[in-house]
């Protein structure tokens, strides 16, 4: 318990200056994470159930993965694990407005401006969301399996993530090791598109070491990752559609009331011709959930345009830790990560590899992942 009490100490503060949110959530963090049980000793439990035990064996290759084949910081995160009664751990808000695509942002002392807040009572997320839409605002609420607590606490694996798949589970670690690793303040889009990249990547590494590249289970990820990828794909048209509208001359009414009819039509065109984009089910109730600005800058938050990342990539040689050990500088500095990146990638290009081609040339991943 005393390892709590610096942390109450510092809620207390933060308090002070955010109002009851902090110490709340704060709070609420502390139930469920102080009674996590190291993962070794629950693996020496009778009554742990078979796919708890998968589940925790799983996650000690991935973790070892992570720290040891990609060079991901190595702390106690993913060594805990916490039985739950619920499905995932918190409901997460978010704002924007109706015309623009400009997030609603919480300031918080420390660690800087978010254009999400999360809540682990589902009630108090649906009131935060009832306020803003009063003032205006396009709102949407989503479920989040976990977050990273950028080292503040010891991150636990939850009895819901029994479920999830081999490569689910490491992207989702991987996801988050990647923000203790490489955390630039109040720059939440590359913080969050970086992460999505290497918990993607590093997972297929993970899978493809494990079972191969030829193997059903590698080839399965790849065609899944394909739906992904023409969904950002299509939401991104959306985005840039709507985004030309917003920036028109149109009144604020017809800027609504056309809206309203891009989206429709996106969804009708989704629903009448699913199987011409996509070959999973993945995404078949997508043309049924309302979508708005916060929908849709949810989704751009994540994967607005990963090509950069791609090309990242390709400039190290498709050498994922060598990548994460190049973007390592940005850790916890103010550095312009966009500007940063671009930068790498031009010296890069000009610089001969050791085939006698320049880094530029030829990029077959590349283009498969962008299609």
């Given at each position: 318990m005393k390892r709590f009490i610096p942390v109450f100490m510092l809620l207390f503060f933060l308090a002070v200056l955010q109002g009851c949110y902090l110490l709340k959530q704060g709070a609420s963090l502390i139930r469920y994470y102080r009674d996590a049980e190291e993962i070794q000793s629950a693996l020496t439990r009778a009554d742990l159930e078979p796919d708890e035990r998968r589940t925790l064996q799983l996650v000690g290759e991935i973790r070892l993965f992570a720290i040891s084949d990609l060079g991901l910081k190595s702390n106690e995160n993913y060594t805990c694990y916490k039985r739950v009664d619920k499905e995932y751990l918190v409901d997460v808000v978010s704002a924007c407005e109706k015309t623009a695509f400009e997030p609603y942002l919480w300031h918080f002392p420390l660690f800087g401006a978010f254009p999400y807040k999360g809540f682990f009572r589902k009630e108090d997320a649906l009131k935060q969301a009832k306020r803003l839409r009063k003032k205006g605002y396009d709102v949407f609420v989503r479920k989040a399996e976990v977050f990273s607590t950028l080292g503040f606490f010891k991150d636990p694996i939850f009895s819901f993530m029994t479920g999830y798949s081999e490569f689910d589970l490491a992207s989702l670690i991987i996801h988050e090791q990647t923000h203790t690793t490489i955390y630039v303040k109040n720059r939440t889009e590359f913080n969050e598109q970086?992460?999505?990249?290497?918990?993607?990547?590093?997972?297929?590494?993970?899978?493809?070491?494990?079972?191969?590249?030829?193997?059903?289970?590698?080839?399965?990820?790849?065609?899944?990752?394909?739906?992904?990828?023409?969904?950002?794909?299509?939401?991104?048209?959306?985005?840039?559609?709507?985004?030309?509208?917003?920036?028109?001359?149109?009144?604020?009414?017809?800027?609504?009331?056309?809206?309203?009819?891009?989206?429709?039509?996106?969804?009708?065109?989704?629903?009448?011709?699913?199987?011409?984009?996509?070959?999973?089910?993945?995404?078949?109730?997508?043309?049924?959930?309302?979508?708005?600005?916060?929908?849709?800058?949810?989704?751009?938050?994540?994967?607005?345009?990963?090509?950069?990342?791609?090309?990242?990539?390709?400039?190290?040689?498709?050498?994922?830790?060598?990548?994460?050990?190049?973007?390592?500088?940005?850790?916890?500095?103010?550095?312009?990560?966009?500007?940063?990146?671009?930068?790498?990638?031009?010296?890069?290009?000009?610089?001969?590899?050791?085939?006698?081609?320049?880094?530029?040339?030829?990029?077959?991943?590349?283009?498969?992942?962008?299609?």
């Amino acid at each position: 318990m005393k390892r709590f009490i610096p942390v109450f100490m510092l809620l207390f503060f933060l308090a002070v200056l955010q109002g009851c949110y902090l110490l709340k959530q704060g709070a609420s963090l502390i139930r469920y994470y102080r009674d996590a049980e190291e993962i070794q000793s629950a693996l020496t439990r009778a009554d742990l159930e078979p796919d708890e035990r998968r589940t925790l064996q799983l996650v000690g290759e991935i973790r070892l993965f992570a720290i040891s084949d990609l060079g991901l910081k190595s702390n106690e995160n993913y060594t805990c694990y916490k039985r739950v009664d619920k499905e995932y751990l918190v409901d997460v808000v978010s704002a924007c407005e109706k015309t623009a695509f400009e997030p609603y942002l919480w300031h918080f002392p420390l660690f800087g401006a978010f254009p999400y807040k999360g809540f682990f009572r589902k009630e108090d997320a649906l009131k935060q969301a009832k306020r803003l839409r009063k003032k205006g605002y396009d709102v949407f609420v989503r479920k989040a399996e976990v977050f990273s607590t950028l080292g503040f606490f010891k991150d636990p694996i939850f009895s819901f993530m029994t479920g999830y798949s081999e490569f689910d589970l490491a992207s989702l670690i991987i996801h988050e090791q990647t923000h203790t690793t490489i955390y630039v303040k109040n720059r939440t889009e590359f913080n969050e598109q970086l992460a999505t990249f290497i918990g993607r990547e590093g997972a297929l590494l993970f899978i493809g070491k494990k079972y191969g590249e030829d193997s059903e289970e590698y080839q399965t990820i790849l065609v899944g990752l394909a739906d992904q990828n023409q969904f950002q794909n299509l939401m991104r048209e959306l985005y840039e559609m709507l985004d030309a509208l917003y920036r028109s001359d149109a009144d604020e009414d017809e800027k609504i009331h056309k809206r309203e009819d891009i989206i429709d039509r996106f969804q009708m065109g989704l629903a009448n011709r699913y199987t011409d984009h996509f070959t999973t089910d993945i995404y078949r109730k997508i043309a049924d959930i309302p979508i708005n600005n916060a929908v849709i800058l949810s989704v751009m938050r994540y994967t607005a345009d990963l090509s950069l990342f791609y090309r990242f990539y390709e400039m190290t040689g498709h050498d994922l830790p060598l990548m994460i050990s190049e973007l390592s500088v940005l850790h916890s500095r103010r550095k312009d990560p966009w500007a940063f990146m671009k930068n790498y990638i031009e010296k890069r290009a000009q610089t001969p590899c050791a085939l006698g081609i320049t880094c530029a040339q030829g990029s077959e991943r590349l283009a498969g992942a962008l299609i």
